[in-house]
């Protein structure tokens, strides 16, 4: 029978459907539209405050876990709200910041347990409002957010940052606290409105952060500064960029050292990059290589990229005694972006002419420039048989790419550009001409003693 026309059906009533279908379609809402609810009527505001709804959001951005959970003796949601109190402004950036620390700090405490002795403690907010006041700019929200987690770290060796050592070069960077980078705030042309990051004790070397748009720099940039050596100006500063952001700069770096991108040697890390097809193998002889770019010894005017690369040399466990050889010479070939080839020969490695034997490792490091911005070398080493001193043979050495990282050129250089090209003669460089023999300083990475504080390599002219 139909219903009287004049009879309409009865609005549906939130207070009429059952609870758990309710309490499902809160679990799929976010913090604010859950917090919303509470306000809009009794039944929504009961049903939001259900412990369980804020759990998710708890764990999803605050990382909080069952134990700590525990530890507190408080609700989920009593837990959400005093640290939204206390970090809200970071909502966007703490649980990935807080992941990245959290798993650096356990990936270096089983290796490296002295690096993590020299973190600090977190600021406060007032401490980073008192910084922003010093230095007249405002700090991003994830710079700031990292530092309520870890004020940096002390000013000690090894560096939290990486490391790089040749035989007469050593660097190791530091991530500066909060006073330590407000100090180093730079005012001055060619790096005004720049922040430190980081700091190396004996390069001087340093990573801003450009806290404004000026110079030619983007906002939150993160670059080396690389002076012009052939201005006049002493602001012409060129940059190699490193970052886009501090979020992007900062969880890049710990993905690839916790990942074992990066490799931990002699409890440090080392800011070489493993391209997993820089590998060859010729009989029972595997050659792998690892690549860096190196910004203190490297300039843009005049064209000089400095690279330093790490070789293995590994004989297979499963080999045969006899298999035993020692290496004799080396060879390389070295190709610039331009196509310009380069042959060169000499006897063994570092000076030394190790024997590989089943199961044993050699390793070492060395360098070499080019006056393009890429290059690649191969080649191969040449080996005698221990058993069979007249059998002779070469194993291969894969193909290697050096790429500098992208750069910016000073403004300061663009604005005087018509001047410096009256002097051209004068400052005049052959870009054509690269490194010979990339042995000749040669270090074996088994030896990573820190050499005196050196400001130049002998291969930079």
């Given at each position: 029978m139909a219903a009287p026309p004049d009879m309409e059906p009865s609005?549906?009533?939130?207070?009429?459907?059952?609870?758990?279908?309710?309490?499902?379609?809160?679990?799929f809402l976010d913090y604010r539209d859950l917090m919303s609810c509470c306000y809009l009527s009794r039944r929504l505001n009961q049903l939001s405050s259900h412990d369980p709804l804020w759990k998710r959001h708890c764990k999803k951005y605050w990382l909080i876990s069952e134990e700590e959970k525990s530890q507190r003796n408080q609700?989920?949601?009593?837990?959400?709200?005093?640290?939204?109190?206390?970090?809200?402004?970071?909502?966007?950036?703490?649980?990935?910041?807080?992941?990245?620390w959290d798993d650096l700090e356990k990936y270096l405490g089983q290796r490296c347990p002295r690096m993590i002795g020299s973190l600090k403690e977190s600021v406060r907010e007032e401490d980073l409002d008192a910084v922003e006041a010093q230095i007249g700019c405002k700090l991003p929200d994830d710079y700031r957010c990292s530092f309520r987690i870890h004020n940096g770290q002390k000013l000690v060796v090894p560096g939290l940052m990486g490391s790089m050592a040749l035989s007469n070069h050593y660097r190791s960077e530091d991530l500066l606290d909060i006073d330590t980078a407000a100090g180093g705030f730079q005012q001055r042309l060619g790096l005004k409105q720049c922040l430190p990051l980081t700091f190396c004790i004996h390069t001087g070397l340093s990573q801003y952060m450009a806290l404004e748009s000026v110079e030619g720099r983007n906002k939150y940039e993160i670059f080396?500064?690389?002076?012009?050596?052939?201005?006049?100006?002493?602001?012409?500063?060129?940059?190699f960029i490193t970052g886009t952001s501090y979020?992007?700069?900062?969880?890049?770096?710990?993905?690839?050292?916790?990942?074992?991108?990066?490799?931990?040697?002699?409890?440090?890390?080392?800011?070489?990059?493993?391209?997993?097809?820089?590998?060859?193998?010729?009989?029972?002889?595997t050659v792998s290589v690892s690549t860096s770019f190196l910004p203190e010894l490297s300039s843009v005017h005049p064209p000089h990229y400095f690279f330093t690369y790490r070789i293995r040399i590994e004989m297979s466990k499963d080999a045969l005694p006899e298999k035993a050889c020692q290496l004799d010479s080396r060879y390389w070939r070295i190709t610039n972006a331009k196509g310009d080839v380069e042959e060169v020969q000499g006897p063994g490695v570092v000076g030394e002419f190790p024997i590989i034997s089943p199961g044993r490792v050699y390793e070492y490091t060395s360098c070499t420039t080019f006056s393009t911005t890429s290059g690649y070398m191969e080649g191969y080493y040449t080996f005698h048989c221990l058993y069979y001193k007249d059998k002779f043979f070469n194993v291969t050495i894969p193909r290697f790419h050096m790429v500098c990282p992208t750069f910016k050129v000073s403004t300061a250089r663009m604005v005087s550009e018509d001047a410096l090209e009256t002097?051209?003669?004068?400052?005049?460089?052959?870009?054509?001409?690269?490194?010979?023999?990339?042995?000749?300083?040669?270090?074996?990475?088994?030896?990573l003693d820190i050499p005196a504080p050196s400001g130049r390599c002998p291969r930079h002219t």
């Open positions: 609005a549906l009533s939130l207070e009429l459907l059952p609870t758990d279908p309710l309490l499902l379609i809160l679990s609700s989920w949601k009593a837990i959400f709200i005093s640290t939204y109190s206390d970090l809200g402004r970071y909502i966007r950036y703490y649980a990935t910041l807080k992941k990245a080396y500064q690389c002076p012009d050596q052939m201005a006049r100006n002493p602001s012409a500063i060129d940059m979020l992007e700069w900062f969880t890049s770096y710990v993905n690839k050292v916790v990942t074992g991108g990066y490799p931990i040697i002699r409890d440090q890390i080392f800011r070489y990059v493993h391209d997993k097809e820089c590998v060859a193998t010729t009989g029972d002889i002097n051209h003669n004068e400052y005049a460089v052959d870009e054509d001409e690269d490194s010979t023999d990339t042995d000749e300083y040669e270090d074996r990475r088994r030896v």
